[in-house]
């Protein structure tokens, strides 16, 4: 892969916090070792006009896809966003054929990234007349399953191919080259550097851990890194791909979703759901990043979601 680096080594593992109680970031000064990065209540929700923005969605249909755009569709009708464009792309074609969340929509296949590719360039040359460029992307694609169930052997596919996808040297031309946003989703429990040797989630943490080493790769290459690469290879990556130089791109590690198949499946009591992420809360806070560039991360972070009581919390943890 153009973008494979067999020299990149991950950080230790280090949690930075940038208090942030307006919209506006504090001087390097402030920042210090602490467990919070900032809590989505606090900051206010005033953004400057954004203009035009092209946004694609992989996985838009899931329970995660389909809260980040139903919160962006409300802002839109509040005024914030007069002109969104968004391209959905997931295996099967959105239930409600009346009044569509999305404005393209892409058929994905389960399969290689090299399959992904495809049919997202065949998607893109159907939707628009000339070559679209992405301000947005959101992989909010991924699946679960535990390792006895047959599932599990999908989840590579299901979880990490559309990243690699999107990131490749084949999709990178299709991302704006002023300040772009690209968000993927890994998991806490693969940010462990341990797994307990009992664990029945091994195949679903494999998955996982592939996400976070690419957005920490291509994150380092980026011109948003915090220390960027200045090795020569990736130089003449950021000068070959103009996105590169912008481009913001951080995964986000929740624990557990509060979704109606997790509530089915685990059953939870009210104790158990103080401490599961509300849908959204999450599509506020990527909302948040769309509109307000000062407030991203670092390009290559990995951003843990904690919620405890009920008030969810996104710290950098590496």
Known sequence: ?????NNFIAPKDLTLTFK????????MSAMHHSRRLFHSRFISST???????????LGCNGSLGSSIISNLRQQQGDGTHTSMVIVGADLH?????????????????KGSPEQIID????????????KPVFDVVICANGGFATDENPISDELVAMNYNPVEAISSDVMLPFISSQDALLVAFGATVAAKHQVDDDSKMIKYIASKK??????????????KALCPSKKLHDIILRRQYPCLHKLTAFAILPSTLDTETNRKL???????????????????EISKWIMMKELRPSS???????????????????
Do not use: Y
Request: charged share 20%; hydrophobic share 35%; net charge neutral.
């Open 300 to 318: 290559g972070s990995l951003i843990k979601c904690v919620t405890e009581n009920g008030l969810t919390e996104f710290i950098i943890s590496r």
């Open 210 to 223: 592939l996400v976070h080493d690419r957005i920490q790769m291509l994150g380092s290459i980026t011109g």
């Open 93 to 109: 074609p959105p239930r409600d054929t009346v009044f569509p969340p999305v404005d393209s929509f892409i058929q994905l296949e």
């Open 20 to 27: 942030l109680h307006s919209s506006k970031r504090q001087p």
């Open 1 to 5: 892969q153009p973008l494979h680096s």
């Open 266 to 284: 685990m059953k939870p009591t009210d104790q158990d759901l103080q401490s599961w992420t509300k849908m959204d809360d999450l599509s506020e």
């Open 119 to 130: 049919c997202l360039s065949r998607g893109f040359h159907k939707a628009f007349e000339t």
């Open 47 to 57: 953004a400057s006009f954004i203009p035009r923005q092209t946004l694609l969605v």
